[in-house]
C-alpha cells in the first residue's frame, strides 16, 4: 500500500493527489495513512457530490437537504439534493420507497441555485393543500364526501 502523508493516494495509477476530483474520483479519509481516492466509498460511506468526499451521513445547510439515493443503495450509495425515484423523507435524510404512517406525499417546486424542480417529500402536514387520508397524498380538491378543514389542512368526512 502507497503512503502519500497528508495527500490522498490513487492505488490503481500509483500516484499521489491532493485533490481526487481531477481523476473523476471522490476523497475517502480513512485516518492517518489511509487516505486514497475512490471511484465507490467504502461500505458505511455514501458519496457527497458537492465536496467530493466519502461521508457518513448526508449534508444538511441552512437551505438544502441532501437525501440518501434509492438507486445503488447497497452496491454505490450517493447523496443527492433530490430523489430520483421515491420521496424525500427529511427525518432521515433519505429517499424512501413509501411516506410512513401519518405522514402525506406531496410535490412541491423547490429552487436551489435558481434552478427550479419538482420535489416529492413525505410530510406530515400538507402547506398548500389538503390531507387526504384514504390516499395518503396532500390533495387541492377533497374527494367526494370530505370537505377540506382550512385548520387542520385536512380532508375531514
Same mark, same amino acid.
Given at each position: 500500500?502507497?503512503?502519500?502523508?497528508?495527500?490522498?493516494?490513487?492505488?490503481?495509477?500509483?500516484?499521489c493527489t491532493s485533490n481526487c476530483w481531477n481523476f473523476n474520483m471522490y476523497h475517502?479519509?480513512?485516518?492517518?495513512?489511509?487516505?486514497? &481516492?475512490?471511484?465507490? =466509498? %467504502?461500505? *458505511?460511506y455514501m458519496k457527497d457530490p458537492t465536496t467530493r468526499n466519502c461521508v457518513v451521513v448526508c449534508p444538511v445547510s441552512s437551505s438544502i437537504y441532501y437525501y440518501l439515493l434509492l438507486e445503488n443503495?447497497?452496491?454505490d450509495p450517493t447523496c443527492a439534493n433530490k430523489c430520483t425515484s421515491g420521496y424525500e423523507f427529511k427525518n432521515?435524510?433519505? &429517499?424512501?420507497?413509501? =411516506? %410512513?404512517? *401519518?405522514y402525506y406525499t406531496q410535490s412541491l417546486s423547490v429552487t436551489i441555485n435558481s434552478v427550479t424542480s419538482m420535489h416529492n417529500q413525505c410530510v406530515q402536514r400538507c402547506s398548500a393543500a389538503y390531507g387526504d387520508n384514504l390516499t395518503e397524498s396532500c390533495v387541492n380538491n377533497c374527494p367526494t364526501p370530505a370537505?377540506?378543514?382550512?385548520?387542520?389542512n385536512l380532508c375531514v368526512n
Open positions: 500500500m502507497q503512503t502519500c502523508g497528508s495527500l490522498f493516494a490513487i492505488p490503481v495509477m500509483m500516484k475517502y479519509n480513512g485516518g492517518q495513512n489511509n487516505k486514497k &481516492c475512490v471511484s465507490v =466509498c %467504502p461500505q *458505511g443503495r447497497l452496491t432521515l435524510n433519505e &429517499c424512501i420507497e413509501r =411516506c %410512513p404512517g *401519518g370537505f377540506a378543514d382550512p385548520t387542520t
